[in-house]
């Protein structure tokens, strides 16, 4: 089962761990802003440590067909 990421792109504050933890699924902007490049562009374990480890819990990641939690 595929996961679904999504940003608050008004929470993001541009930190980067995202990117960090898992480069091929998240980019910032010219702004320093969040954006999901490719959801499965990094394994799941390490998108969901980009979740975890960001600081203004602007990601969200859940299992595709199931609610964000």
Do not use: W, Y
Not at 3 to 12: F, L, P
Not at 24 to 47: N, R
Request: aromatic letters at 4%; hydrophobic letters at 40%; glycine letters at 8%.
């Amino acid at each position: 089962m595929r996961i679904e990421v999504t940003i608050d792109r008004d929470a993001c504050m541009g930190s980067g761990n995202c990117t960090f933890e898992a480069p091929g699924a998240f980019g910032l902007d010219d702004d320093m802003i969040a954006f999901v490049v490719d959801p499965a562009g990094a394994p799941e374990e390490q998108v969901v440590a980009a979740e975890r480890k960001c600081p203004s819990r602007a990601i969200t990641v859940h299992r595709e067909g199931e609610p964000p939690t």
